[in-house]
């Protein structure tokens, strides 16, 4: 997956404040664009391979499996 073009980013910010209750505040805007972008990020890292299994994570922080 590659980045969004503009025009792309552009019509996904559209669709996401359509989608927002009509009491919807400057908060839950930022919010959701953080999360659409968080998301957007995890799925490039995944496509390009930068995963970790869970039982690696676990031990690179000492939890138990």
Do not use: C
């Amino acid at each position: 997956m590659t980045q969004a073009r503009n025009p792309d980013i552009k019509d996904a910010a559209h669709r996401l404040i359509d989608e927002l209750p009509d009491d919807a505040t400057w908060d839950d805007v930022m919010y959701r664009i953080y999360v659409r972008q968080s998301v957007d990020a995890g799925l490039r890292d995944v496509e390009a391979g930068r995963v970790l299994e869970v039982s690696e994570v676990r031990r690179r922080f000492g939890l138990p499996e």
